[in-house]
């Protein structure tokens, strides 16, 4: 199963739902990975509602496993992109165009969905319109408050920062007009003083 | 507590008749002070001393929210009514003192929406009227679609055409014309807010649409003031002030306490902001409930609201 129980914590880390069909002027959903289960389960729930969607779909280490269930679901644009960065342009177009009472379905990774939400409401999209669905990786977007770099999919705790080498401890502190989670240096005041590295969540 | 109780006392500067129907009443303070600010929607409550009966009838305030020299309402002929709006209509000159109840917005802009998109049918043009206003000076996108059954009743509309020709679109009953709701509502761009004033079947058709088409009921807005229905008189007990009054035909609960002195909270006076919610301690009989504010569930014989609602049966016991 690809979805995970995260354990409770602060006020500002984001919390996720479970996808469900809803009426609505347009439906745009975006999914990464094993978030394409979630639009299933939409799907398969509605699937009248899915032959209106336009999906974008980001396979990531998945590769074909979803991209043709997602086809025979039959949305009206199925569009598949290589990673994030290389459907922003087409998402800020189809969420500009999206009339009010559009529906947004976002499911996958955090770091997807929290840049996806990040834009959708800069674009002016009401936040209640926006349902989310974490399935799959437990990586974190991280910025390092340090140096301002962000890093993608990080795993562990402490990692070091891609950009400047710091030791950063990942903290819950969210941000969500980054999206991204905090990552704090652990050894500043005795460096090399590292606790080992521990896989998220084990 | 009631905002009610917190009064202007204005003079009428102006009365001015728009049509078969409508007339404009214009204000300044009675002793020459500026009169408070206000938001664009709001309302105020005009106190009509009727021989002994004192009549109490909330209006939209529509001039300009920043002018303090002067407050104006529309008010249309209702002869059907309970005899505020004609009362207005055939008795009060200009030069006549009345007191106004401090102004009060249960239909306020939206000011984080990016785009405003209204709706009026007749009357329910005047509070866009001074929102409008207030968006001139502000500035802030909007769109205004008003029906109004002729040309001759569409009050206002020329003014706000000849201000913003393309901004506003009209529609006229007797021209067979219709808002092209559905097409509107599922063509908005994000961040827009909907607001309707107008008659109820108008409201329920807005409000249903852009429901149906997925908007978040946090970006529709909808005023719409009832005014309180006659019916059969009835008595009730009030167990805080120990009183027991019966309310007359023509007369709301609400009023009928304010005659016997109890002092009983109102914002709106038509069933929309919630002030005026009341304990029900018991009952025997039948509540009617005609207002917008309380949920179906408890409409369980728990809470009346005294400004439209009624009753009918033997025993009313109210926490008041
Ligand atoms: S006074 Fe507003 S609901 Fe009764």
Same mark, same amino acid.
């Given at each position: 199963?690809?979805?995970?129980?995260?354990?409770?914590?602060?006020?500002?880390?984001?919390?996720?739902?479970?996808?469900?069909?809803?009426?609505?002027?347009?439906?745009?959903? *975006? #999914?990464?990975?094993?978030?394409?289960?979630?639009?299933? #389960?939409?799907?398969?729930?509605?699937?009248?509602?899915?032959?209106?969607?336009?999906?974008?779909?980001?396979?990531?280490?998945? %590769?074909?496993?979803?991209?043709?269930?997602?086809?025979?679901?039959?949305?009206?644009?199925?569009?598949?992109?290589?990673?994030?960065?290389?459907?922003?342009?087409?998402?800020?177009?189809?969420?500009?165009? #999206?009339?009010?009472?559009?529906?947004?379905? *976002?499911? %996958?990774?955090?770091?997807?969905?929290?840049?996806?939400?990040? *834009?959708?409401?800069?674009?002016?999209?009401?936040?209640?319109?926006?349902?989310?669905?974490?399935?799959?990786?437990?990586?974190?977007?991280?910025?390092?408050?340090?140096?301002?770099?962000?890093?993608?999919?990080?795993?562990?705790?402490?990692?070091?920062? %891609?950009?400047?080498?710091?030791?950063?401890?990942?903290?819950?502190?969210?941000?969500?007009?980054?999206?991204?989670?905090? %990552?704090?240096?652990?050894? #500043?005041?005795?460096?090399?003083?590292?606790?080992?590295?521990?896989? *998220?969540?084990? | 507590?009631?905002?009610?109780?917190?009064?202007?006392?204005?003079?009428?500067?102006?009365?001015?008749?728009?049509?078969?129907?409508?007339?404009?009443?214009?204000?300044?303070?009675?002793?020459?002070?500026?009169?408070?600010?206000?938001?664009?929607?709001?309302?105020?409550?005009? /106190?009509?001393?009727?021989?002994?009966?004192?009549?109490?009838?909330?209006? !939209?305030?529509?001039?300009?929210?920043?002018?303090?020299?002067?407050?104006?309402?529309?008010?249309?002929?209702?002869?059907?009514?309970?005899? @505020? !709006?004609?009362?207005?209509?055939?008795?009060?000159?200009?030069? =006549?003192?009345?007191?106004?109840?401090?102004?009060?917005?249960?239909?306020?802009?939206?000011?984080?929406?990016?785009?405003?998109?209204?709706?009026?049918?007749?009357?329910?043009?005047?509070?866009?009227?001074? +929102?409008?206003?207030?968006l001139q000076t502000t500035g802030g996108a909007f769109e205004l679609h008003y029906s109004a059954r002729s040309q001759a009743l569409a009050s206002y509309a020329d003014d706000l055409r000849a201000a913003h020709p393309k901004r506003v679109n009209l529609y006229l009953d007797d021209q067979n014309q219709q808002i092209p709701l559905e097409r509107l509502l599922s063509g908005q761009p994000p961040g827009t807010h909907v607001?309707?004033?107008?008659?109820?079947?108008?409201?329920?058709?807005?409000?249903?649409?852009?429901?149906?088409?997925?908007?978040?009921?946090?970006?529709?807005?909808?005023? /719409?003031?009832?005014?309180?229905?006659? @019916?059969?008189?009835?008595?009730?007990?009030?167990? +805080?002030?120990?009183?027991?009054?019966?309310?007359?035909?023509?007369?709301?609960?609400?009023?009928?306490? /304010?005659?016997?002195?109890?002092?009983?909270?109102?914002?709106?006076?038509?069933?929309?902001?919630?002030?005026?919610?009341?304990?029900?301690?018991?009952?025997?009989?039948?509540? +009617?409930?005609?207002?917008?504010?309380?949920? =179906? =569930?408890?409409?369980?014989? !728990?809470?009346?609201?005294?400004?439209? !609602?009624?009753? /009918?049966?033997?025993?009313?016991?109210? =926490?008041?």
């Amino acid at each position: 199963m690809s979805t995970f129980d995260f354990p409770p914590s602060i006020a500002s880390r984001p919390t996720y739902g479970a996808l469900a069909p809803r009426a609505g002027a347009a439906q745009i959903m *975006l #999914a990464d990975a094993e978030g394409a289960e979630a639009l299933l #389960a939409v799907a398969q729930a509605d699937p009248e509602l899915m032959h209106r969607a336009h999906v974008i779909y980001i396979p990531k280490h998945t %590769g074909e496993r979803f991209t043709d269930p997602l086809r025979a679901a039959a949305p009206d644009i199925l569009h598949i992109a290589p990673s994030y960065p290389a459907c922003t342009q087409r998402l800020h177009r189809v969420f500009s165009a #999206a009339p009010m009472g559009a529906q947004i379905y *976002l499911a %996958g990774t955090e770091g997807l969905i929290g840049q996806a939400m990040a *834009l959708a409401l800069q674009i002016g999209i009401p936040k209640s319109a926006i349902q989310t669905e974490h399935r799959g990786s437990v990586a974190r977007r991280v910025q390092c408050v340090h140096c301002k770099g962000i890093t993608e999919d990080v795993m562990t705790d402490p990692f070091q920062c %891609g950009h400047c080498g710091l030791n950063l401890f990942v903290r819950d502190h969210y941000s969500r007009r980054l999206a991204a989670f905090q %990552g704090v240096c652990i050894d #500043a005041e005795d460096p090399g003083n590292v606790p080992p590295s521990v896989e *998220l969540y084990s | 507590m009631s905002a009610g109780l917190e009064k202007l006392p204005v003079i009428v500067t102006a009365k001015v008749k728009l049509n078969d129907l409508v007339t404009r009443f214009e204000f300044a303070h009675a002793s020459g002070k500026a009169l408070p600010p206000f938001s664009g929607g709001a309302h105020t409550v005009v /106190e009509m001393q009727d021989g002994a009966k004192t009549r109490l009838n909330p209006y !939209s305030l529509m001039s300009d929210p920043m002018d303090p020299t002067q407050y104006a309402i529309s008010v249309r002929r209702d002869a059907a009514g309970r005899g @505020g !709006s004609v009362f207005l209509h055939d008795k009060v000159q200009v030069g =006549d003192k009345l007191m106004l109840g401090m102004p009060v917005n249960l239909f306020a802009l939206d000011l984080t929406a990016r785009k405003h998109l209204m709706i009026a049918g007749g009357i329910g043009i005047t509070p866009f009227v001074a +929102q409008i206003k207030q968006l001139q000076t502000t500035g802030g996108a909007f769109e205004l679609h008003y029906s109004a059954r002729s040309q001759a009743l569409a009050s206002y509309a020329d003014d706000l055409r000849a201000a913003h020709p393309k901004r506003v679109n009209l529609y006229l009953d007797d021209q067979n014309q219709q808002i092209p709701l559905e097409r509107l509502l599922s063509g908005q761009p994000p961040g827009t807010h909907v607001y309707v004033c107008g008659p109820r079947g108008m409201i329920d058709w807005v409000l249903a649409t852009a429901e149906r088409l997925g908007w978040p009921p946090e970006a529709v807005h909808s005023e /719409e003031f009832l005014a309180p229905q006659s @019916g059969k008189p009835f008595t009730v007990d009030l167990a +805080q002030t120990g009183k027991t009054i019966t309310v007359g035909e023509h007369e709301s609960l609400l009023e009928a306490m /304010e005659r016997e002195g109890v002092d009983a909270p109102y914002l709106c006076r038509g069933g929309a902001c919630g002030q005026c919610e009341t304990r029900v301690i018991a009952h025997d009989g039948t509540l +009617q409930h005609n207002d917008h504010w309380l949920e =179906d =569930d408890e409409r369980d014989g !728990s809470k009346i609201m005294p400004c439209v !609602s009624r009753f /009918e049966g033997s025993r009313l016991v109210l =926490d008041r």
